[in-house]
């Protein structure tokens, strides 16, 4: 296969849908119905076959595995749920700042200019 091929180019895609709920949670060591527990929380949101049937992305697997572990670790799921949203937020945010620290010629991890307040 060569870089071009439309199939290596999905299988190399982070958000292409490539695993069954059984086979996402074998990868998990999990079952199908924590899978579906995220998806009912709105945590993850597989795409479906067109036998309407869910597939799951390398993204999302890794999205659950973060939810399970904080689950195993006693945090309701719905709290694990909340947790991990907040943790994305925060990420998105902090890589703002930094784009915008850069824009303004200062170091990405530096202190915030003083404000002439």
């Known amino acids: ?8 180019d999905r299988l190399d895609d982070d958000d292409y ?6 086979r996402a949670a ?3 060591g999990t079952t199908p119905g924590f899978l579906r527990a995220l998806g009912e929380a709105r945590l993850i949101t ?10 799951y992305s390398r993204y999302q697997l890794r ?3 973060r939810a399970r572990e904080l689950v195993d670790q006693g945090t309701p799921i719905e ?7 907040l943790e994305d937020q925060l990420e998105e945010a ?3 700042n930094a784009e915008y620290r850069r824009a303004a010629g200062r170091p990405a ?9």
């Open 46 to 55: 597989p795409l479906r076959s067109e036998g309407g049937h869910r597939r």
């Open 79 to 85: 709290a694990a749920c909340r947790i991990i949203i």
């Open 109 to 117: 991890d530096g202190p915030a200019a003083p404000s002439d307040g």
């Open 1 to 8: 296969m060569t870089a071009g091929n439309p199939l290596s």
């Open 63 to 65: 999205i659950a595995a």
């Open 26 to 28: 074998e990868m998990l």
């Open 94 to 96: 902090q890589r703002i």
């Open 17 to 22: 849908p490539a695993y069954t709920i059984g």
